[in-house]
């Protein structure tokens, strides 16, 4: 897949499993930070968004200090994925 | 003015995985043995976390024969504990003057599970569906006033985790009422799949069996157990020359409104409830030896409490013992409190503290007195008991031994309690204030519905309906009283909790696996949630509890509400109950639970309720006065409408009928409202559950526009009646003292 159609797919995901029907792909940006002040998300969405990317992408985010390295941003995630699909 | 009753405790009874009987647990206890095991209840297999404490149960052995389909474990549990109660307190079943408050979380769900989660393939007469009759959270309530009876009330309430200890707080509230001659205070949770997966879900299990305060902490550990308290105004107790194991001298319930699975990181608010615990014994933070803590073992819940406790003792933490339970015991959700409570008051009765088991290395960031391995002999004076729980309700109770005097201050003065704002949600859309006697006129087409429920997208994305309703109804009612939400609580019915949500999560798990259940909807399932959701989105910080029972599920709110208020806990609170559409409830539960199935509605009905100098104070109006609210159980019906004032002139007065079908004419012939004016509430308002609570909202409306002075509101659900008289408030208010 495209790196810019997998960023769009995990916005659309981001949108329908954390309940941020309020929000449409357009608003998040690729960069913008997930947690803390960016789309306000916390702890109980990172471990709905680890569920979510596992069961629709087939990969498992580690626990702890890395998930949220990788959960900085779309693009964060994006990049994880595309590892993955390479290892 | 005047001190009220003392409460003794003159009996406790328990099952836990540590044993059948309070005593046997706290001998286990003490012993440090520990009752988390491999899980054997259901296929916990393919989790992180495979372990709990569960007990060996043979529901059989203690459930009435031809009913054997139709208790759940929780019921069961319940019976054992209630009983060893009033045998330890030597009343016989049957005895009089009885009430019982229950608390819990998971009622029959572990039975409900496997019917709910293939429910397409399930017929409805199919014998399996019967399991549910178990279902709502009032079921075990009910079944304990069966076998135990003839009771006077029953409460059931839901704050989560801290969900018995609340319970016990109602029975305390009763007694220092002079309500109540004798409680049955406590709890029941059995295990059930739905909990033990979403707790792993939320990775808040630890794998081994947990460790509180421990630096290696890493969650904590499910349980099972019932437990109650048997509480008795100290006159009655030494009436019958009862043993007294020690006295509850004082308790507080309030809310975070914080976050629904977070606790509040700096330990306020439970500081709060310890400070508060504290001041209605009459005791210093100087005078407390023992504190039994909520220590789930989680990194956040562990961290969270010390820093409460390390506010309200300070340097007094070098001297006082603090020890968890669940370390061995297991965390027992709705049952923990009581649970807790029961072992604290053993723990003064018999000079013994229980230890923490499980901790091994403890955590040098939360530097307390531990009791490590076994118990030790200790004569605590003064011991607190703390629960906190999911969407953020704690509960502090303060125990005292037996020899000691009372200390506690004089009662707040009894002063009249009066509805200052309402709202509606139903076939007339939102309506505040007067408008909702809108419901009452024949003339008044009502068809706009409730529609989508504006709230803000962000902090409500994760709202169900349910949560959406009570979030708004609160909202309203509180504008319609021009209250604002700082130190108000909120007691919200539901008769049912959120049937469709959950079984969402049990079908994705059957078709999923464990692994994929959904950690982010879990929080929501409790009976609580929509409370706790709508306390936190508009802010409420004081008592936020959620009560169950069926068709009066408002009722049992409003009276819930009226005792906290009389007590003067709080000074103003939003009491309802919001019942919207759910396809579950409306295709099995009700007809099942109530028996009716045609034509069902939705709706909500939500009350500002307020002590009088309170609303003076703030310069609020009055819509009504609440002249008296009472519940009756078996047969006292009559008794009860027998009992209030006669109406006024029979145009200026009026019945409202809030429970669908209910004709209330049979009880109403020969009194001295047979001939008043009867409004059957869910003719204009639906057929639902909560048509009792918009009963109420409409009576405080017609008084509160003039349109009448007097309102007997009527509701019933099987085997009791709740009868509520509301007046017009007085003309020439009395100014503060």
């Given at each position: 897949m495209e790196l810019a159609a997998l960023k769009q797919d995990i916005k659309r995901l981001l949108i329908e499993e954390l309940d941020l029907k309020h929000l449409s792909a357009e608003d998040i940006a690729d960069d913008a930070p997930l947690f803390g002040d960016g789309l306000g998300l916390d702890s109980l969405d990172a471990l709905q968004l680890a569920m979510a990317l596992e069961e629709r992408f087939g990969v498992a985010i580690p626990a702890g200090d890395e998930a949220r390295a990788i959960f900085a941003s779309v693009a964060s995630i994006a990049a994880h994925l595309e590892a993955a699909r390479q290892a | 003015m005047s001190r009220p009753e003392r409460i003794a405790i003159t009996g406790v009874g328990a099952i836990s995985a540590l044993g059948q009987g309070a005593r046997a647990s706290w001998r286990a206890l003490l012993e440090g043995r520990r009752g988390i095991r491999p899980v054997r209840l259901f296929d916990a297999g393919g989790q992180h976390c495979s372990v709990a404490a569960e007990i060996d149960l043979r529901l059989e052995d203690v459930v009435p024969a031809a009913e054997r389909q139709e208790w759940s474990r929780s019921d069961g549990l319940a019976l054992i504990a209630a009983r060893e109660a009033l045998a330890d307190a030597r009343l016989?079943?049957?005895?009089?003057g009885l009430s019982i408050a229950i608390g819990g979380t998971t009622g029959g769900m572990f039975e409900a599970e496997a019917v709910l989660s293939t429910l397409e393939q399930t017929p409805a007469e199919d014998r399996a569906v019967q399991r549910l009759l178990s279902y709502p959270l009032s079921t075990t309530g009910e079944r304990l006033a069966r076998v135990l009876g003839p009771v006077e009330r029953v409460a059931t309430v839901c704050s989560a985790c801290s969900s018995s200890a609340s319970a016990i707080g109602q029975g305390a509230a009763w007694i220092e009422q002079g309500r109540a001659r004798a409680v049955l205070a406590g709890g029941t949770d059995g295990l059930c799949s739905l909990t033990f997966t979403g707790f792993n879900a939320l990775g808040a299990l630890d794998a081994a069996p947990c460790r509180p305060f421990d630096a290696e902490r890493a969650g904590l550990s499910l349980g099972e157990a019932a437990a109650f308290l048997l509480l008795e105004p100290e006159s009655a107790a030494r009436a019958r020359g009862a043993r007294v194991y020690g006295w509850l001298s004082g308790w507080a319930i309030a809310a975070e409104a914080h976050h629904i699975t977070h606790p509040e990181p700096t330990g306020e608010t439970a500081a709060r409830l310890l400070h508060a615990a504290l001041g209605r014994a009459g005791r210093t933070p100087g005078e407390v030896d023992y504190v039994n803590a909520h220590g789930t073992a989680t990194r956040h819940n562990d961290a969270m409490e010390w820093r409460a406790l390390d506010r309200v003792f300070g340097a007094e933490l070098e001297r006082l013992f603090v020890s968890s339970c669940k370390g061995q015991?297991?965390?027992?959700?709705?049952?923990a409190g009581a649970l807790e409570a029961v072992m604290t008051v053993l723990a003064l009765d018999q000079a013994m503290l229980p230890p923490t088991g499980g901790l091994t290395t403890p955590d040098p960031a939360l530097p307390l007195r531990h009791v490590r391995g076994e118990g030790l002999a200790f004569g605590a004076n003064v011991a607190l008991s703390s629960s906190f729980g999911f969407g953020g309700t704690g509960c502090v109770l303060c125990f005292e031994k037996a020899s000691l005097a009372d200390r506690r201050p004089e009662a707040a003065p009894r002063e009249p309690l009066v509805i200052t704002g309402a709202c509606c949600l139903g076939p007339g859309g939102v309506l505040e204030g007067v408008d909702c006697?809108?419901?009452?006129?024949?003339?008044e087409t009502l068809d706009a519905g409730v529609g989508e429920v504006e709230l803000d997208a962000a902090r409500s994305r994760r709202f169900d309906r349910a949560a959406r309703w009570v979030a708004l109804g609160a909202e309203r009612a509180l504008a319609s009283a021009s209250l604002g939400p700082a130190d108000v609580g909120l007691i919200a019915g539901s008769a049912y909790g959120n049937v469709e949500r959950s079984v969402e999560f049990l079908r994705r798990v059957a078709s999923r696996g464990p692994r994929f259940a959904n950690p982010a909807e879990f929080p929501h399932l409790v009976p609580s949630a929509a409370a706790g959701n709508a306390s936190i989105y508009l802010g409420l910080s004081g008592p936020v509890l959620t009560v169950s029972d069926l068709q009066t599920s408002g009722e049992q709110a409003f009276g819930v509400a009226l005792d906290l208020l009389s007590l003067g806990l709080t000074s103003a609170l939003v009491a309802g109950s919001a019942e919207p559409s759910d396809s579950v409830v409306a295709q099995v539960l009700a007809p099942l639970c109530t028996g009716r199935s045609e034509g069902r509605g939705e709706g909500a009905g939500f009350l500002v309720i307020e002590r009088r100098q309170h609303v003076h104070g703030r310069g609020g109006r009055e819509l009504a006065e609440v002249l008296r609210h009472e519940q009756a159980w078996s047969g006292g019906a009559e008794r009860l409408i027998a009992e209030g004032s006669a109406p006024a002139a029979a145009e200026r007065a009026r019945v409202l009928v809030g429970t669908p079908g209910f004709d209330a004419g049979a009880l109403l012939?020969?009194?001295?409202?047979?001939d008043v004016p009867r409004l059957e509430v869910s003719e204009r308002?639906?057929?639902?559950?909560?048509a009792g609570a918009m009963a109420l909202c409409i009576a405080a409306a017609l008084i509160g526009s003039g349109q009448i002075d007097h309102a007997l509101v009527i509701g019933r659900s099987p085997g009791r009646i709740y009868v509520t008289e509301l007046g017009a408030p007085a003309r020439d208010p009395v100014s503060a003292p």
């Amino acid at each position: 897949m495209e790196l810019a159609a997998l960023k769009q797919d995990i916005k659309r995901l981001l949108i329908e499993e954390l309940d941020l029907k309020h929000l449409s792909a357009e608003d998040i940006a690729d960069d913008a930070p997930l947690f803390g002040d960016g789309l306000g998300l916390d702890s109980l969405d990172a471990l709905q968004l680890a569920m979510a990317l596992e069961e629709r992408f087939g990969v498992a985010i580690p626990a702890g200090d890395e998930a949220r390295a990788i959960f900085a941003s779309v693009a964060s995630i994006a990049a994880h994925l595309e590892a993955a699909r390479q290892a | 003015m005047s001190r009220p009753e003392r409460i003794a405790i003159t009996g406790v009874g328990a099952i836990s995985a540590l044993g059948q009987g309070a005593r046997a647990s706290w001998r286990a206890l003490l012993e440090g043995r520990r009752g988390i095991r491999p899980v054997r209840l259901f296929d916990a297999g393919g989790q992180h976390c495979s372990v709990a404490a569960e007990i060996d149960l043979r529901l059989e052995d203690v459930v009435p024969a031809a009913e054997r389909q139709e208790w759940s474990r929780s019921d069961g549990l319940a019976l054992i504990a209630a009983r060893e109660a009033l045998a330890d307190a030597r009343l016989a079943a049957g005895a009089a003057g009885l009430s019982i408050a229950i608390g819990g979380t998971t009622g029959g769900m572990f039975e409900a599970e496997a019917v709910l989660s293939t429910l397409e393939q399930t017929p409805a007469e199919d014998r399996a569906v019967q399991r549910l009759l178990s279902y709502p959270l009032s079921t075990t309530g009910e079944r304990l006033a069966r076998v135990l009876g003839p009771v006077e009330r029953v409460a059931t309430v839901c704050s989560a985790c801290s969900s018995s200890a609340s319970a016990i707080g109602q029975g305390a509230a009763w007694i220092e009422q002079g309500r109540a001659r004798a409680v049955l205070a406590g709890g029941t949770d059995g295990l059930c799949s739905l909990t033990f997966t979403g707790f792993n879900a939320l990775g808040a299990l630890d794998a081994a069996p947990c460790r509180p305060f421990d630096a290696e902490r890493a969650g904590l550990s499910l349980g099972e157990a019932a437990a109650f308290l048997l509480l008795e105004p100290e006159s009655a107790a030494r009436a019958r020359g009862a043993r007294v194991y020690g006295w509850l001298s004082g308790w507080a319930i309030a809310a975070e409104a914080h976050h629904i699975t977070h606790p509040e990181p700096t330990g306020e608010t439970a500081a709060r409830l310890l400070h508060a615990a504290l001041g209605r014994a009459g005791r210093t933070p100087g005078e407390v030896d023992y504190v039994n803590a909520h220590g789930t073992a989680t990194r956040h819940n562990d961290a969270m409490e010390w820093r409460a406790l390390d506010r309200v003792f300070g340097a007094e933490l070098e001297r006082l013992f603090v020890s968890s339970c669940k370390g061995q015991l297991g965390h027992t959700l709705g049952a923990a409190g009581a649970l807790e409570a029961v072992m604290t008051v053993l723990a003064l009765d018999q000079a013994m503290l229980p230890p923490t088991g499980g901790l091994t290395t403890p955590d040098p960031a939360l530097p307390l007195r531990h009791v490590r391995g076994e118990g030790l002999a200790f004569g605590a004076n003064v011991a607190l008991s703390s629960s906190f729980g999911f969407g953020g309700t704690g509960c502090v109770l303060c125990f005292e031994k037996a020899s000691l005097a009372d200390r506690r201050p004089e009662a707040a003065p009894r002063e009249p309690l009066v509805i200052t704002g309402a709202c509606c949600l139903g076939p007339g859309g939102v309506l505040e204030g007067v408008d909702c006697a809108r419901h009452a006129l024949p003339d008044e087409t009502l068809d706009a519905g409730v529609g989508e429920v504006e709230l803000d997208a962000a902090r409500s994305r994760r709202f169900d309906r349910a949560a959406r309703w009570v979030a708004l109804g609160a909202e309203r009612a509180l504008a319609s009283a021009s209250l604002g939400p700082a130190d108000v609580g909120l007691i919200a019915g539901s008769a049912y909790g959120n049937v469709e949500r959950s079984v969402e999560f049990l079908r994705r798990v059957a078709s999923r696996g464990p692994r994929f259940a959904n950690p982010a909807e879990f929080p929501h399932l409790v009976p609580s949630a929509a409370a706790g959701n709508a306390s936190i989105y508009l802010g409420l910080s004081g008592p936020v509890l959620t009560v169950s029972d069926l068709q009066t599920s408002g009722e049992q709110a409003f009276g819930v509400a009226l005792d906290l208020l009389s007590l003067g806990l709080t000074s103003a609170l939003v009491a309802g109950s919001a019942e919207p559409s759910d396809s579950v409830v409306a295709q099995v539960l009700a007809p099942l639970c109530t028996g009716r199935s045609e034509g069902r509605g939705e709706g909500a009905g939500f009350l500002v309720i307020e002590r009088r100098q309170h609303v003076h104070g703030r310069g609020g109006r009055e819509l009504a006065e609440v002249l008296r609210h009472e519940q009756a159980w078996s047969g006292g019906a009559e008794r009860l409408i027998a009992e209030g004032s006669a109406p006024a002139a029979a145009e200026r007065a009026r019945v409202l009928v809030g429970t669908p079908g209910f004709d209330a004419g049979a009880l109403l012939a020969g009194t001295r409202w047979a001939d008043v004016p009867r409004l059957e509430v869910s003719e204009r308002v639906g057929q639902h559950e909560a048509a009792g609570a918009m009963a109420l909202c409409i009576a405080a409306a017609l008084i509160g526009s003039g349109q009448i002075d007097h309102a007997l509101v009527i509701g019933r659900s099987p085997g009791r009646i709740y009868v509520t008289e509301l007046g017009a408030p007085a003309r020439d208010p009395v100014s503060a003292p």
